[in-house]
Every structure is written in C-alpha cells, then in structure tokens.
C-alpha cells in the first residue's frame, strides 16, 4: 500500500474518531458513525480503538464490542449496503481475531495475519496494536468476501443439486421454466470444475470469480427459482453478544434437559432482532441482502410462531433486565404496527412464560412454571414449564399438562392438534425418555406421536408437520448431553412406525440411505455433517432451517435444505446466529377442535377396550390380570430432588397411592380418576402382585372420557371390533386400598408389618443357625443413617431390608420390559415368606402392603417436606397455583395409615421348632468310568453333548432345614437310565429354533444410564434365560420333531438326582454352602459389588461401600463372573454335567407341588399357561444357601424370567 494511500486511511480515520466523539457528545448513540459506508474494516478498527480508550482492555474483545455495536446500529428496515458494510465489520472481527489475540507477542500476531490474507511474512511485519492493522484493510476487507463465499458455497453437491433440479422440472413444469438451463449450466460446471468441494477447500483469492460464480448459480436454481418459496420472504431471529465475545451457539440456549428459566446469563448477553430476508433480491457476493429490523432489543427472544393470517409473531424475551420480577414472558409484536405487547403479565411473578404457539380459535398454547418443579438429578435447579392454554379475552389460562420435567416445541398439526415435547423420568433410561406427545388444544387425550419406549432419537425438538402429507413432520434429533438443541435434521413417517428408527425416513443429508438406530448420550457431538435446528418444512422436499455450515463453527445462518442432499446458505455470517427461519406468509388454519373438558368437575373417567392388546402385556395369559392398581407422582420441588432422595435405587418422586379397581374377564375396565393430575397404572394378578409395569403417566382433563386400547399398544393399532363388559358399565369408583388416598412410605406401611411378624428374630441379636456365621438382618432398628449429601437419611431397618427386594430402581431398560420382569416373587424376601420362613404366614393385608412396596419401587420418604427447608413452602406454592390454574382445589397432605401403629411385637411361633434333620445315610454308587455321551446336530454347526445318567435311588430334599418346602425327605428310585445335556441351552443352541431370540439385558443400578442395561447377548456360549416353560416345552418337542428322540424337560427327581452328581449328605456335589463354591459354581460371589456403580455411563465404585454394594452375596469366594458365564466354564460333576447349580435356575417338567415327590401324582403331567412349574439349581444372582442341590422355587409356566433358563432330557 503506497503512502498515499495510508494518508487517506489515516485522515479517515481521524475524521471518523472525531465525528463519533462529536456524534457521541451531542447524545447520538455512536451506532450512527458514517465511517462504515465507506470503509467497513477502517470503521470498525477505529470503533475497537474507541473501545479502548473509553474502556480499556484487550484488542480482541475490542473488536467484537465494536462490531456488535456497529451491527446493533442498524436502523429498522435496514437494506442493502449498510446491512452488507455492518455484517462485514461482524466478519472482519471473526477474521482478525487471532491476530488481536496475539499482539501482546507481535511476531505472532504479524504471522498470524500473514497467513490469514495470504500475503508474504515479510509483508505483515510485527503487528503490536490494531493500529497496525489500518494498512492492510484493502486485504482484510476482501479477505472477508472471501470467506465469506466459501462459507456460501459450503456443502456443493452437484449430484445432489441435478436431483433437485429434475425433481423441479417435474413438479413444477409450468412455474419451474428454467429447468433445462439449469441442468445444461450444471453439466458445464462438472466439466470445469469436476470436484467442486477440493475446489472450494482449496481456493484462493484468485479464485474469488468461479467461487461467486458456483454460489450464484446455486442460489439460481434452487432457491430464487424455486415455486416453493414462494415471494421468498422469511421471517428469522438475529443473535448476536453484546459483551465483547464472540457470538456462540453453546451460550445462545439451554441445555437439552432445561427450560427457559436455565437459559445462559438469563439471555442478557445477547441483542435479537427478529427479521425479514428478502431471499428474491440479491446483491454483493449474490446473496441476499436486504433485510428489515422488524423488532429489536437487547436481550435474547426467540421461541416465534406466526399466526395464520402472516401480520402477528409470538415471542418469548425477558421481560424486564431491570426490574427484579420473574425473568421471562410471552409478547407478541403487531407487524402492521411495529407494536409489541406482554401477553402473560398477568401470569404469577414467581414464574416464568415461554415457547407459546397460536390456535386457531385464537387461544395459545405456552409453557409455564407454575408447577413449581425443578428437575431431580440436578437437584431441582432447573425449573420445570408445563403446557398451559390462554384465553386473551379474559386472560384466563388453565394447566393441561401434569408432567414431571420439561414440555418444549408446541405447534399445530394440520388435523388440529397439538404437537409438543414432553420429557419422561420415571423410573426409565432419563438420557433418551422425550416423546413427541400429541394432543387436542384442551388438553385432552395426550398421547404418544413418536418415541414412545425409544432409545433413538434421545431428542427431538423442534417438530413440525409437513404441509399435505399426514402423518409426516421434520425434526432435530440431538443428544442428551453435548450439543445444546442442535442436530441432525430427519424427516419422519409415522404411518411406517412410531419407534425409534421405524419412521425416520431419511436424514439431511442422507439420500437413499438408511437412519441407523444408534444409542449414546452425546448422540450427535462429532458429527461431521452440519447440525441444524428450528427447521421449517415448505414440503416433503424442501425445508428452511438454521444451520452450523461447518463442524465447530459456534455461528448458525439460514439454509435452505432437501432431501436430495442439497444444503443451500442463504446468509453467510461467521459471527451472527440466525435462527427460526420461515416463510412471511399466511398459512392455511387447522380445523378447530371443539373443547370437550368439562370445568365443573374435577373428576375423569378412564375406559380400557383390552388389557391384553399391546407389546407391555405379551405373554400374560387372558384372565391373570384381575386389578388395576392407581397412584400418582408427587413431583420434586424446585431445588430439591435426586436418585436417592426417596429411598436406595428407589423413585424420584413420592408415590401417592389411590386405590385399585377391576378388570373385566374380557380385559376391559372402566374408572373414575382424578383429573389435572400425573397417573399411573399397574396391572395386578389374582394375589396383588404388577404384571406390567406403566413407568410413565397419563393425565386426564376436568370431565374427560380418556379410553386406550391396552398396555402401551401402537397409536397405529385399531381398538377391537367387538362390545366390551365395560362399554355396558357405569365408571367404577376407586376401591381403596387399606384407607384413603395418601402418599406411601417405609415407616407408615412397611415397618409396622416388620414389626408384627419379624422382629422377634431380626433384632439385631440372633445368629444364623450353623454352618453359617454372624448376625441375620435387623429389622427392628428405626434410628437413622445415611452416607452424607448423595444418598438419603433412612432407618436402618430400611437398609436392611431393601437388599432382598429386586426392582427397576430410578432407570431401567427404556424398552418395553418383559411382563412381570420385576414382579414381587422374583425378590428374595416374598420368596422366603412364600415358602414358609421360620413359620412365618403372613395376612393378606401384610403381604400386600410388602407388595406393593415392592411394586413400587421400594420408597422409604413419604413426603418432601423435611428434606429441603424450603419444601413446604413450594408445595404449598404448588397446590395454591393448581387451585388457580386448574379445577383441582387439592391441599398437599401427608396422609398416614392410623389404623396401624408400632406396638408390642407377635412373636414368630415357628422359630423354636425348626426341625433337626437326621443325617442322610445314602451310599453313592460306584461308577464304571466316565458317563456317556451324546451328540446331537442342531444344524449350522452347533451341537449339543449329552451324558447318560444311570439309574439309581436317592434321598430327596434338604439334607438340612432350608424352609419347608424342601421337606420332608423322600426316597426317590431312577428307575431307568436317561440323557441329560451337559450344559443349559444356550443362545447359539436356541437360535437354531428361534433365530432372532435374544435374552435382553440385566437392569443397571444407579442414574445416568448411557445403554439398556448389562448386555445379556454378548456370548452365544451363554444360557439363554427369560424363556417361559411354555417356550422350553416347545424348543424340547421342535428338537424332538428334529432328532426323531424323546427331548423333554427333567422331572424335579431327575433333575436332583442328577445335580447330587452321585453324592449324597450334603448341599453341593462339591461340598456345603460354607465350602469354597468358586471352581464349581457361578453363583452370587465377590465380584457381585460391581453392581454398586455411579457417574455418568456407570461404572464399579472403586471398594464401594454396603450402602452402594448391597446386593446379598458371598462376602468370601469370587467366581469371577458377575452375571452370565458361558455353558460349561466351571469343574463338571461326577455326571460330566456343568453348572447343575448355579449360572441360570432351570426349569424342570413338575408342577411345584408340596413335598413328599411322587412321580405319579400328576406333577409331571401337561398343565396349562398358569400351571407353576419347580426351577430348580439358583443362579449368579443367588447365594450358596439358595442354590442347593435341593432349593426349590417356582413359577407360572408362561412366565419369562430373568435368571431362568432350562436344560433337557432324551429318555429311552
């Protein structure tokens, strides 16, 4: 640059200094400074000295202050080339970032710019001071054009691009004229630059021409003439720091799992400007740049939706940075006008308003906190908004969402609903539980639209119909953690499917590929495609949304978009976010709904066609459920919650329990709830015991007739074609269960009932009879302890007893789980208690309050106030607020049970009299050699060994007392030899008659889960479990179809006789339940305390403490396997049999029936589904004790259990 030249700039610069300061003193607001029309580069490095010199620091954040400023300048209805010189500066600042950075080392800062312009070191110099950098703003400013159109052409695609342009020339023969120029341009650009994205990479400065000219043509062809953008108006949001930062998406919205009231710095780190783009006129560099301020201010706003008729938007913004009042509010702005109002002043000060959409009938949808929740696993901090519906007549607005955590995105569906995001946390995998939700504008009949039970998407927000496609919207799938409310773009179906990857169509990019179905928490950080956000469909082909061009780049712009791989910028800001674009146009209004809420009544009635429709309930046979047990979640207060707070792998939110009532033989029922309030279902066999698991909620609406199918059927199933018992009946009343509605805890239902039966031995004083050693359980201890701040303060006879109950815990498998996956008989205690403990029979009432205990995922806190100081404030906050906001007029009562009270012990009358046991005398018979063996091919190279089992007679049942249902003793003859398999059936094995079997997963304790569960598929050498004794009968007669053999399941004689391995005396082939069980058995060892995990993706506490390592176990030996070993990895026994104890409990043919064994007395003959049938050998999970040769338990023939798998027999 020549001296000259300098001196202009230098003289410029003066004269624009001076002007600023002149305009500044006069009151002018140094936004107006007229140096940018000139120079945009020269204005905004004398607007960053100016920073500096009023207040001081560093030259980087300099920069950005005075390019926020400049931008932040622009009067409304700005156009062309201010708007074009203002972005510029915003540019240059990104640009020159890293020099200004640098200048405290100025060899740095000078070989930093050198690279940025392309220009020799030596050119550049030492660069100490944005002064320095004045010479080069000819190179700056075009350096900035530069990028700027690389930025523009990112993501060129000529293959995509003829795609879209043939699909054009179809559709749109008539308006889409230029068709066949378009494609004839495009092959010319493929002969002259064959591989536009190395060109693009790659290009200099030089290139500057070819770069504008692929830009250019792009925009041509798909955007300015495309029919589908009709006058090419679109409305966005503009963002941008105003605090000498750089602008970043990451700061620029809430997390995944927060509201409006967590938004970064309360949004007042931000200016926004919601903004008009005229995409039909371009200028300088062939985008489009004129632009009209339709409203500004300096906070964030966001969350738009434009009404019908195109001449008003919604709004969400702080409401005022300089009262001290709540932070967020609804407004609306008059584009006629230019006005804005607040839309919900009127709502209570202590809440916050956000993300509204209009209806049709006038009204709108918005979010609230007046719930006064907060979300559990961060203590509550982040506030809770729920659905509420305004009428601005009167501005009366009633609640219509009763959920735990967040709703987000509602908006209209074409048929007049509403679609919105809700997010779910109870007792289910909370990184991946947010399901589109669908609903009428009153609030009634919410459910399921896609993601119901779904591992993928974790999230999807931002949902929006496609126009004339039902059933067809676009959304972004993102993560729970990592990337905030940006992802990938994926159009969906949901006539294919409502889980996880059965209705996604495609991503964007993605043309004729698959969505793989993956799970991880941070699903979409890494990507190496763009994230997008906000999108909005103009078709099934074409969509508007914002978009991070580049991996990394921390701004959004404006894109438009399709299915044929095509991402088109239509701004190229390195600096600004812009967000939430679409089209400035009226839309067509949905039908309106009719209200059908009733508002002088606080009751709804629920109608259920069949039980027994849907994935929930599969395998429960027709006419086990009897009972429908009903209760509600009392959810966290703001800051208050977590894992621990209600109890040891427990709930997040206190259990308010109703009530039960019938199910009809046909499986239907019909019931009076309770509205405006969270309900949950579970499905009750004949003693009390949960088939199905609901882990989720439903509300109903003030006079609503809910009605659903089944237990989580498809929104895509039809109801049956018949008449139900419950279409002929009245609503049933609740029936209550043991008194009147209350919340349930330990200390109210469960320590009573310890109290009356248990006590007299659970005392913290009697031993376990030998051979083993130490203190049985105490139960009657009620003092308290706890671990510190992570887990809750229970008693201590609640620490003791929840290790011998099994349960889903706060998450679990997200997955529709196996029907009775956790019911009460598969926990140790009820097993115990079951089979006689100690003499011990319980009352019904006492089992049932055990039970439902158990059913209930084992609370021990029956109320939040106590746990915060501040709880009972905030509840009452929250009651006060339904009575305001709904019809539910409900004071927080912590209702408790007066009918029982602790009081004088009964003494268990059966402890004394535990019966001696003679030794057992039986002599083992002498082998001849090694057994037997058979091999049988089951096809696709895998095989089963068998071994032959001679005949013989031994003495069966307990060789010393276990409970009794192992007595009495009975002599029992083999009369005849028979095979057994080596090992339990295995996965490879079963796949050869159920190829796509799969045993599932093992549920994970703790919060924070990343996967289902422990993985019980990884090895085909593993048993396979959960299968019923239905499902063995049938592999057993397939096998025998197969070999032309007699395959069967072992009688419990058979099984047992076998198991002994020719011993006899003694609890184990290898010794007794003291004995070192290791070399022999995978049984419940040391390594079970990895169980006890923590942290995000959980993983084994290092030496965890009893608190975490609680599941019952041998303190002493370790088999090295904490679940599944594969078949045949310990020491056999004298059979050549492996694992008869221990790995998987195994099926046998009888019925479990009381003692003395006949095998002649029908036990061994065909049943039905509910038939119980003997398991039999224990399995990883149990201790030596309940796993010997003679431990018997059983189970309904169709039941699927997860520690159960079988082996069977070939008799002669």
């Known amino acids: 640059m020549n001296t000259a030249s300098l001196l202009a700039i230098s003289s410029l610069l003066a004269i624009s200094l001076a002007s600023l300061h002149a ?108 002064n320095d950098l004045l010479p080069f703003a000819n190179d700056i400013q075009n350096a900035v054009r530069f990028q700027k159109l690389k930025l523009a052409a990112s993501n060129y695609d000529y293959d995509a ?35 536009p994205a190395s060109f693009i990479r790659s290009a200099k400065a030089k290139d500057m021409d070819k770069l504008n000219g692929l830009v250019t043509f792009r925009l041509q062809a798909l955007v300015h003439d495309n029919p589908e953008m009709s006058e090419g108006n679109i409305m966005a949001v503009r963002r941008y720091a105003l605090s000498g930062d750089r602008t970043n998406r990451t700061q620029d919205r809430p997390a995944n799992w927060q509201g409006i009231t967590s938004m970064p710095g309360n949004g007042k780190n931000y200016r926004s400007e919601i903004i008009r783009l005229h995409t039909k006129n371009s ?91 907060g979300v559990p696993c961060v203590t509550g901090s982040d506030w809770v908004g729920n659905a509420h519906i305004l009428d601005r007549k009167d501005n009366n607005a009633r609640r219509i969402t009763f959920d735990q955590d967040n709703n987000w995105c509602p908006t209209m569906l074409p048929d007049g609903r509403v679609l919105f995001l809700r997010w779910e ?55 729970h953690h990592g990337e905030k409310r940006v992802g990938e773009l994926v159009i969906f179906d949901i006539n294919k499917g409502r889980t996880e990857t059965d209705g996604a169509v495609q991503k964007i990019p993605g043309y004729g590929k698959e969505v793989p179905n993956i799970i991880k928490d941070q699903l979409v950080n890494g990507l190496s495609t763009p994230m997008f956000a906000e999108p909005s469909p103009l078709s099934d082909a074409y969509f508007l949304a914002s978009c991070n061009l580049r991996p990394g780049e921390p701004s959004m712009n404006i894109v438009l978009c399709d299915k044929f791989d095509n991402i088109v910028p239509l701004t190229a800001s390195s600096y600004c976010i812009y967000a939430e ?121 003030p006079g609503e007739k809910l009605s659903c199918i089944g237990c989580h059927e498809s929104q895509n199933e039809a109801p049956p074609a018949r008449l139900t018992e419950a279409s002929r009946q009245a609503p049933r009343q609740i029936d209550q269960w043991y008194g009147p509605a209350r919340t349930f805890g330990f200390m109210t239902e469960v320590q009573p009932v310890l109290d009356r039966n248990c006590i007299s031995c659970h005392n913290g004083q009697t031993t376990y009879p030998a051979p083993r050693t130490g203190t049985i359980p105490n139960f009657a201890d009620t003092s308290k302890i706890g671990t510190g701040s992570e887990i809750g303060t229970f008693s201590k006879s609640y620490w003791a007893l929840h290790p011998y109950v099994r349960r889903n815990g706060p998450e679990g498998d997200w997955r529709n789980m196996t029907a009775a996956e956790f019911t009460a008989d598969t926990s140790e205690l009820i097993q115990l208690l079951s089979k006689g403990h100690q003499g011990v029979k319980l009352g019904k009432e006492d089992m049932d309050r055990l039970v439902t205990w158990i059913d209930l995922n084992v609370p021990y806190r029956s109320a939040w106030e106590g746990e915060r100081p501040h709880n009972a404030e905030f509840m009452k906050k929250r009651y006060d607020y339904m009575k305001l906001f709904t019809t539910t007029k409900r004071d927080y009562v912590t209702l408790t049970d007066t009918d029982y009270k602790p009081g004088t012990p009964i003494a268990s009358t059966a402890a004394p009299n535990t019966p001696r046991l003679a030794p057992v005398t039986d002599k083992p018979a002498q082998l001849a050699g090694e057994p037997e063996q058979m091999k049988l091919d089951l096809g696709n190279g895998v095989a089963m060994n068998l071994r032959r089992i001679p005949a013989g007679t031994f003495t069966m049942g307990s060789t010393r007392y276990e409970t009794p249902q192992e007595l009495p003793r009975t002599k029992c003859t083999i009369s005849k ?26 549920d994970m304790h703790n919060k924070d889960q990343v996967k289902p569960g422990y993985d019980m598929d990884t090895d085909g050498r593993n048993p396979v479990i959960r299968i019923s004794h239905e499902k063995a009968m049938e592999f057993c007669r397939w096998l025998s179809k ?119 007395d029908g036990r061994n003959a065909p049943g039905n589904a509910d038939t119980v049938r003997t398991v039999r050998g ?30 069977v027999v070939i008799e002669d």
């Open 977 to 1002: 030899p028979y095979w057994m398999g080596e090992t339990e059936i295995t996965l490879d094995q079963y796949r050869q008659f159920d190829p796509s079997y799969k045993n599932g997963v093992y």
């Open 161 to 195: 691009m003829e795609r879209s342009i043939d699909y054009l020339s179809r559709k749109y023969s008539k308006t889409y004229a230029r068709g066949k120029e378009h494609l004839s341009t495009l092959a010319r650009y493929r002969k002259e630059i064959p591989d």
């Open 425 to 479: 946390y109870t007792e289910s995998a909370h990184y991946f539980s947010r399901i589109l939700m669908s609903m009428n504008p009153d609030g009634t009949d919410q459910k399921e639209y896609y993601g119901s039970n779904s591992y993928w998407p974790n999230s999807l927000f931002d949902a929006q119909a496609i126009p004339g496609k039902p059933g067809m919207f676009a959304g972004i799938v993102s993560g």
């Open 1042 to 1160: 197969k070999t032309g053999k007699k395959v069967s399941l072992p009688t419990e004689a058979q099984w047992e006789y076998a198991a002994r391995g020719n011993t006899a005396g003694q609890d184990f082939y290898f010794g007794s339940i003291v004995d070192d069980f290791s070399p022999y058995a995978n049984l419940g060892d040391v390594s079970l305390k990895k169980l006890a995990v923590r942290g995000v993706d959980p993983q084994p506490i290092n030496n965890p403490d009893r608190f975490f390592d609680f599941v019952p176990r041998s303190e002493k030996y370790n088999d090295n396997h904490i679940m599944l070993a594969p078949a045949g990895s310990f020491k056999p026994n004298a059979y050549g049999l492996y694992d008869m104890i221990g790995n998987v409990a195994e099926w046998t043919r009888s019925e479990y029936k009381p003692y003395p064994y006949k095998d002649d």
């Open 1178 to 1207: 224990g399995s990883w999970r149990d201790r030596p004790e309940r796993a010997t040769s003679s431990w018997r338990w059983g189970y309904p023939a169709w039941r699927s259990v997860y520690n159960v798998g079988f082996r």
């Open 581 to 701: 674009p679409r089209l400035l146009q009226p839309t067509k209004k949905p039908a309106v709904i009719p209200d059908k809420v009733k508002l002088d009544t606080d009751k709804a009635t629920v109608y259920i066609s069949d039980i027994y429709q849907g994935r929930a309930i599969k395998g429960v046979p027709e006419g086990k459920a009897k009972t429908l047990r009903v209760f509600m979640s009392e959810y966290s207060p703001r800051n208050t919650g977590g894992h621990y707070v209600m109890g040891m792998e427990s709930n997040w939110d206190v259990k308010v329990l109703y009530g039960t009532t019938p199910i009809n033989k046909d499986g239907s029922a019909v019931f009076e709830v309770p509205a405006n309030l969270p309900l949950t279902l579970q499905v009750l066999d004949d003693e009390g015991k949960e088939l199905v698991q609901m882990r989720s909620w439903f509300s109903a609406m």
């Open 283 to 373: 200028g300088t560099d062939s985008l489009p740049n004129q632009l009209d301020i339709l409203h500004a201010r300096n906070t964030w706003c966001g969350y738009t939706d434009l009404d019908f008729g195109g001449g008003k938007i919604l709004f969400t913004s702080w409401t005022d940075p300089d009262k001290k009042r709540r932070a967020w509010d609804l407004f609306e702005l008059d584009l006629a006008t230019g006005n804005t109002q607040n839309v919900t002043s009127f709502m209570p000060e202590d809440t916050d308003s956000s993300d509204a959409c209009y209806l049709p009938d006038g009204r709108i949808i918005f979010m609230n906190t007046s719930g006064y929740q």
């Open 23 to 130: 305009q500044e003193a006069a009151g002018a607001p140094a936004a107006s400074m007229r140096i940018r029309e000139a120079d945009p580069v020269v204005g905004l490095i004398g607007l960053a000295l100016q920073e500096m010199q009023k207040n001081g620091g560093k030259p980087q954040a300099a920069l950005y202050q005075a390019a926020s400023k400049a931008l932040a300048a622009q009067p409304q209805n700005s156009k062309s080339a201010l708007f074009g010189d203002a972005l510029c500066m915003t540019d240059a600042a990104v640009l020159l970032a890293p020099v200004a950075g640098s200048m405290d080392k100025p060899e740095q800062a000078g070989a930093k710019l050198a690279d940025i312009l392309g220009l020799p070191r030596d050119k550049t110099g030492n660069i100490s001071s944005l």
